[in-house]
């Protein structure tokens, strides 16, 4: 397994970096190493030695780990605002991977720069993507595998998988795969409840997307 931060995109050239969303973010700029691009499937973070912080401006970053049999698993998925890489901030090692999900462009924050305020900035993002976590992983230990996946789909509904369509619907990217990794299950399993809730009229699959048809409904299922 290597064990060094790895970036797979070049990086911008100083002052010309791309904006960023400032979402509830106030970080002295001048704690910003740089903003680097990513592709869709490149590895951002392996595990290993940490040093830096890291804080998506645009697209979505998968964080996931994996066992010895090569299986996968989605930690959480970071959006435009939010941090990962917070163990940098202890000097501990990382233990999972980050992947750019879609196009996406991520700050890279010297811990060392930063002053009280943007420690207390960062905890502040911490504490509620620790209140997320907690969310995650109730749904994946108490309901079952249903409830799940409506859960999953409406978490991803807010992401840069997700556009509008024209009906006003909210199409999602995502194939039965990347679900499976999400709520904990296997393909075939996942593939079989996705059958279901499309014959419902709760959702629409095709391949690779699936399309939210009764939003209320997924609502009351991921709550089951």
């Known amino acids: 397994m290597l064990l060094n931060t790895r970036t797979q995109t070049s990086s911008t050239q100083a002052g010309n970096k791309p904006s960023s969303v400032q979402t509830g973010s106030r970080l002295d700029r001048s704690t910003f190493v740089d903003t680097v691009s990513h592709r869709p499937g490149s590895v951002i973070l392996y595990p290993g030695k940490s040093d830096m912080l890291y804080r998506v401006a645009s ?33 501990l090692d990382r233990q999972y991977f980050a992947e750019a999900v879609t196009d996406s462009s991520v700050d890279v924050i010297n811990p060392a720069l930063m002053s009280a305020e943007d420690n207390l900035v960062v905890t502040t993002h911490l504490v509620k993507t620790l209140e997320r976590a907690y969310e995650s992983i109730y749904r994946l230990v108490g309901k079952r595998l249903r409830a799940r ?7 991803l509904k807010d992401t840069a998988l997700a556009t509008v369509q024209p009906s006003g619907e909210t199409m999602i990217y995502a194939t039965h795969d990347e679900l499976a990794a999400a709520v904990g299950s296997v393909r075939e399993t996942v593939t079989k409840v996705v059958g279901e809730l499309s014959r419902e009229g709760v959702i629409s699959a095709g391949y690779g997307k699936i399309t939210l048809k009764d939003e209320s409904a997924l609502a009351r299922i991921s709550a089951e």
């Open 59 to 91: 697209g979505l970053v998968r964080v996931h780990t994996m066992d010895d049999d090569g299986n996968g698993l989605t930690l959480r998925y970071v959006k435009p605002g939010d941090y990962f890489g917070e163990e940098a901030l202890a000097g």
């Open 149 to 155: 996946i409506a859960g999953e789909l409406l978490e």
